[in-house]
């Protein structure tokens, strides 16, 4: 076994106090998520922004409609009061407006506005070249096979969040 890892060049998981759970493929899986969130909190303070603003903004940028405070709200898991503060805070500092929701007058909906998108996109570029890096050395069909399984867990993950939700519930 090499220094790096196993002898096929995988790394090797790091020991870990009390039993592991899952096998090789969840514990990459979890690595993948735990770099991830590095790379929000790396991004927020990069935009001299907070946990929560980024990942608004995150779903702001991913709803080409745009979304109503409360729809923030309840994506984030706050209440309405702080998606409002929270929406407040990213208007006053010139990363979102509100507009008139189309069909009804009463609601407003929030939309990132063309220069936090492209500060973000530009914030996001190396992270997601360095995605494009690890992937150089695989095959067509071995890009293809990882993107299936990387859609399906993403699937499977969120199902398995609604359960977490559900079993909350009264």
């Not at 709200?73 to 208007?91: F, K, P, Y």
């Not at 992270?127 to 859609?151: C, I, P, W, Y």
């Amino acid at each position: 076994m090499s220094e790096s890892g196993a002898e096929d060049g995988t790394p090797e998981a790091p020991r870990e106090a009390g039993p592991r759970i899952g096998g090789p493929v969840a514990w990459a899986v979890r690595q993948l998520l735990l770099a991830n969130r590095d790379a929000e909190q790396a991004l927020a303070r990069h935009l001299g922004l907070g946990h929560n603003d980024v990942t608004a903004m995150e779903h702001l940028l991913g709803s080409p409609e745009g979304l109503g405070p409360m729809d923030i709200a309840q994506r984030l898991g706050i209440r309405s009061a702080s998606a409002t503060v929270l929406v407040d805070r990213l208007e006053e500092a010139g990363h979102v407006t509100r507009v008139p929701h189309r069909s009804d007058r009463r609601r407003t909906v929030v939309r990132p506005t063309q220069h936090a998108r492209q500060e973000i996109v530009t914030a996001l570029r190396p992270l997601v070249d360095a995605v494009d890096a690890a992937a150089d050395g695989l095959s067509e069909t071995e890009r293809a096979t990882v993107v299936r399984f990387l859609q399906a867990a993403a699937a499977h993950i969120r199902t398995a969040a609604e359960g977490l939700d559900q079993d909350d519930q009264p």
